[in-house]
């Protein structure tokens, strides 16, 4: 094995082997335990870092007014993000004044704008052509940071992962704004069977996973198969082979416990027909045939008998109905509510929730796979469990996650636009980008994956704390030196702290206080305090008014880019990175 | 050259390391153990773990060309049958490769071979077919990844990717400056998981703390007490827990690639990286990602910093729909799956190209396989759907170029299920030869890298002994 020699030459301290108990970071979780672990943090930090983007100034405030202690508190709070009533005008607002072009189009008009170019306006070909999809990125953006249905928001990315979809490809970009408003924010908090067959019928997904061109008895499986294997019942139900006898059924039921590949054979075949109107030269030569909608072609279902999971579908039915039996079979079983109340668990708590929760939700899940709300009842029943509230530090925040909880704490001013050239946001996202989790890049259809040890990485990490020292050094397009930037904590600092009291050890605190509503160890702290004091005692006020050369007093050397750099720190620290 | 067994400061070392490794011609690891190099026992190498991620379709890179196996071809691939006068035929074989493996979509067959087909035509590439799992069978992606990765075929519980337990039974590797393994790819790939020493970088160029303020950025030596604000990273990243010892490595690793310059050298930048015998890494096309991070590994092999085994991925060749029919000689024509092939082996022969001027291609040796193969017959899109076995690749000079393992055939009654390539050669058994052959792992430890699996020791001769 290798040995460290390296590190310890040159000084850096070793990796610590004692094992650190009772830090307030413990998830009650952990593998071991040698003392009962201390409290965890307060309802309000759990809720606002795992069912929101993080806290914005006065949103821990705001939650513990919600009741007398942080049961009912946790419980209004999930009750008002709940609410499809909410107000969300502000954030509306800034999505309206954002100047946007494609996220009203109708499907037909993206069609005809960014695919035909029908008016020659040069919109079919880049970058206009990924307008939809680039626009649907920064209005993501801004429900991130400024939208007060945080919880929904986190939905919306749950689904949009879980029914992934590569929104940045030549053939579905033009088309993304459709799946994104009209497929997956209307069901997000509603009912899966609708969503999934709202999934199933878009062009975006129609023509990512090849179902638009599946056809008759040589089908593609493509769609079929991440249908079963990824969106309903999940690859822990998968019986490799293609002998569906091979299968017991569920206890007390007709139904077979998972899928085999015959199933998903049958189910393409179920799917057959299922395509868009994109002018196939099959297809009457009238424009109504070239829209880009959703289109049902009989010439291309497989009409025979189909065999899906120990169903029998009768030959010959009416149009649709073999790939709506196919997802109502999928939908009630109690395979698909598991998998997803699994993944639901974990996005909410960490990875590895309880099971009796899991099984809980489960009941719930498959008992309403009917009702319009379904969704919406299973969240409130997993975020007011007790693992819920017990749980913190078992999960790892992305990247994307990251971002918008420092764009949120230091009330960042956004105005993200898809400029063709190099602008502060197109510089901010290649960033995240190379961290691996920009919105809607992710190539395969299994979505960003949902685990602690997947985010954990060298190459996520590092890249992460890059874009964290970049972010608070960008300003507007056009904003000349010595303006305003996207994240402006030196006017925030200087608003808040009068300058006497701009001391780094307040300076910090203050920070430390908005960004993590909690204390975080000394350790870190230190660093960061060390850094922007540099010579100057702890509690010296600094002079955070000016910004220039001075090599012989550190404390004033560029000492308005030293408290910025200050601020990037604080993100770069392990207590960042829990939720 | 200093050898990294002795201690010396990082950035004295990568002075006198960098100029003496790229001017040199002659193979400089200075970990080599002499009594090895003399070829008294086994050498040890770099393994280069090339994934194929979606699935290739072996059928379609390494071609029937003639025989029973082109007949059953001829009647049961349809619309995706390459005609023979469009492939490259590999040797005097029975079969030949995708054009593109050996030309771009303007060279005709005739024009020489080039990339990867010239690599086969020179002894470095050994085709292993009928490769897969050959005791599970499983048609997900997410599945077969995971069984092949970890190491377990069947079982995807577990915590350690075949690689971690491979560093775990190498005794006899360098003491590393940084890490013995690195990870390509802005996700860390399950083969390596369960291993904190494992460094995962998508890109050399860009693994560097630099978005402050240039007055902080980086430590100005010429102002008495000056430090960049990277430096108070890595002190923030102690304790115990799986975080933190992956961000405390993230921040070594940070501050070790700084003082690399990962960029191509050039008249902006002429303390970049300048590859050997003049080999040209992708800049356009699919291979670009993959050629640059191929490139960042021929940099840190010759840096001689201990890299002894790196994982890397090449993706999108789940190819359900419009695969593409090459039509070698006529420059624009549509072809998916060669676009593919081209980047792949562009990539490759630069890789090869770059090492070989220094003489390293002696000591570095490329094992790439995919999850499974494709199905025989297409489906409707012009594509082809999962299956199940399918080609392995090796490449480099202590490699038995030509075929190995024993192609199952494409007849109906050989086909698995009816309708797949079947596996013949365990995934387990190629890669288990390099380790014993070519990384100096005993035979017997092969049980733990592979657990339930039997190395056969007699092999596929796929790689060179010594």
């Known amino acids: 094995m290798s040995v460290t020699s390296r590190r310890a030459f040159i000084g850096l301290t070793s990796k610590s082997s004692s094992t650190q108990k009772g830090t307030p970071s413990s998830s009650i979780f952990a593998d071991s335990f040698e003392s009962p672990p201390p409290p965890g943090p307060s309802a309000a930090i759990i809720a606002l870092n795992r069912m929101a983007y993080g806290p914005r100034p006065g949103d821990i405030t705001a939650f513990n007014a919600l009741g007398a202690d942080d049961s009912s508190r946790l419980a209004a709070y999930v009750e008002q993000q709940l609410d499809p009533g909410l107000d969300d005008s502000a954030c509306e607002a800034r999505i309206s004044a954002g100047g946007y072009t494609t996220l009203s189009k109708t499907m037909a008009q993206l069609w005809s704008d960014h695919v035909r170019d029908r008016d020659n306006l040069g919109l079919d070909n880049y970058p206009y052509r990924y307008y939809p999809c680039a626009e649907s990125e920064c209005a993501k953006m801004l429900r991130a940071v400024y939208s007060r249905r945080q919880l929904f928001e986190v939905t919306v990315d749950f689904w949009h992962n879980h029914f992934n979809v590569l929104g940045w490809n030549f053939d579905i970009a033009p088309l993304f704004v459709q799946y994104d408003r009209d497929v997956i924010r209307p069901n997000a908090f509603g009912n899966f069977r609708q969503m999934l067959e709202a999934v199933a019928a878009s062009p975006s997904m129609l023509q990512f996973l090849d179902n638009k061109s599946s056809r008759g008895s040589s089908f593609n499986e493509n769609f079929a198969r991440e249908l079963c294997e990824l969106h309903t019942l999940g690859v822990d139900n998968y019986y490799p082979g293609n002998d569906p006898n091979t299968i017991p059924n569920l206890p007390g039921e007709s139904i077979a416990a998972g899928y085999c590949d015959n199933d998903v054979y049958e189910a393409a075949r179920a799917l057959t027909g299922w395509t868009m109107r994109d002018d196939h030269w099959e297809f009457p030569n009238t424009p109504e045939y070239d829209t880009g909608e959703f289109l049902y072609y009989p010439d291309w279902h497989d009409v025979a008998s189909k065999y899906f999971l120990h169903r029998f579908i009768l030959a010959n039915q009416p149009a649709m109905k073999d790939a709506r039996d196919v997802f109502d079979v999928l939908c009630q079983h109690p395979g698909t509510a598991s998998h997803i109340c699994g993944k639901l668990c974990r996005r909410f708590i960490g990875d590895n929730p309880p099971q009796t929760l899991i099984d809980s939700a489960a009941a719930l899940w498959r008992q309403h796979w009917q009702s319009a709300d379904q969704i919406t009842r299973v969240l409130r029943h997993i975020l007011n469990s007790d693992a819920f509230r017990e749980t913190w530090g078992g999960k790892v925040k992305r990247p994307w996650e990251a971002l918008a909880h420092a764009m949120r704490a230091t009330g960042a001013e956004i105005d993200p636009q898809p400029y063709p050239d190099w602008n502060p946001y197109g510089n901010l996202l290649n960033l995240l980008q190379q961290s691996g989790n920009r919105p809607f890049r992710w190539p395969t259809p299994d979505g960003y994956p949902d685990r602690a040890e997947k985010w954990s990485g060298v190459s996520t990490l590092a890249q992460t704390w890059r874009m964290m020292s970049r972010l608070f050094e960008l300003r507007p397009p056009g904003e000349p030196e010595g303006g305003i930037y996207l994240c402006d904590v030196v006017a925030q600092t200087n608003a808040a702290l009068a300058p006497a009291a701009r001391s780094a050890e307040v300076i910090v605190d203050f920070w430390i206080d908005r960004i993590y509503s909690q204390s975080i160890p000394a350790s870190r702290r230190t660093q960061v305090l060390d850094f922007l004091r540099q010579n100057a005692p702890a509690n010296e006020a600094l002079e955070t008014t000016t910004n220039s050369w001075s090599a012989n007093d550190l404390k004033q050397h560029y000492t308005q880019s030293r408290l910025r750099s200050a601020v990037a720190l604080l993100f770069m620290t392990p207590e960042f990175y829990r939720r | ?466």
């Open chain 2, 1 to 466: 050259m200093t050898s990294p067994r002795f201690p010396v400061s990082r950035r004295n070392f990568l002075k006198g390391c960098c100029a003496a490794a790229v001017a040199s011609s002659v193979p400089a690891l200075g970990w080599i153990d002499p009594a090895k190099a003399a070829g008294s026992g086994v050498q040890h190498d770099v393994l280069v773990y090339l994934f194929l991620r979606g699935g290739i379709d072996g059928l379609h890179l390494v071609v029937p060309y003639a025989g029973a196996d082109r007949t059953a071809y001829e009647a049961k691939r349809n619309d995706l049958v390459i005609p023979t006068s469009r492939l490259r035929r590999i040797g005097s074989s029975n079969w030949g490769w995708h054009p593109r493996a050996g030309g771009a979509a303007g060279d005709a067959i005739g024009v020489p071979n080039q990339w990867l087909s010239r690599l086969y035509d020179q002894g470095r590439v050994a085709i292993i077919q009928g490769a897969g799992m050959s005791s599970t069978v499983t048609r997900s992606h997410f599945d077969a990844q995971a069984f092949i990765e970890f190491g377990t075929p069947g079982n995807k519980s577990g915590a350690q990717g075949w690689i971690s337990r491979y560093l775990a039974n190498d005794f006899d590797m360098p003491s590393p400056m940084l890490s013995n393994a690195f990870g390509f790819g802005s996700t860390l790939q399950t083969s390596l998981y369960g291993n904190s020493d494992v460094i995962s970088i998508a890109s050399g160029e860009d693994f560097r703390l630099d978005g402050f303020h240039w007055s902080w950025d980086d430590t100005d030596t010429g102002i008495n007490g000056h430090y960049g604000a990277h430096l108070r990273v890595l002190p923030m990243w102690q304790g115990a827990s799986a975080l933190e010892q992956s961000g405390h490595a993230a921040a070594d690793a940070l501050e070790f690639m700084r003082e690399i310059d990962f960029g191509l050298q050039s008249g902006s930048n002429t303390d970049g990286y300048l590859p050997g015998g003049g080999a040209v890494y992708p800049t356009s096309g699919n291979g670009v990602t993959l050629g640059n991070q191929l490139r960042n590994i021929a940099q840190l092999v010759k840096l001689d910093m201990g890299l002894t085994v790196a994982a890397v991925d090449y993706g999108f060749w789940d190819t359900h729909e419009s695969q593409g029919m090459p039509d070698p000689g006529n420059p624009n024509h549509y072809d998916a799956f060669g676009n593919l092939t081209e980047g792949l082996a562009r990539a490759l022969d630069a890789f090869y190209i770059d090492l070989h001027a220094a003489g390293l291609m002696d000591r570095v040796t490329v094992v790439i396989q995919s999850e499974f193969g494709r199905r025989f017959r297409p489906n409707d899109s012009g594509g082809t759907d999962h299956g199940y076995g399918n080609v392995m690749l090796a490449l480099g000079n202590q490699v038995n170029g030509g075929f190995h393992g024993s192609f199952p055939g494409l007849d109906d009654l050989s086909l698995f299920e009816g309708q797949d390539v079947a596996v013949t050669t365990d995934f387990r058994q190629i890669i288990a030869e390099a380790l014993v052959k070519r990384q100096g792992v005993s035979g017997g430890a092969i049980g733990n890298i592979f657990p339930g699996f039997s190395y056969s020791a007699g092999g596929s001769g796929v790689f060179k002994t010594g």
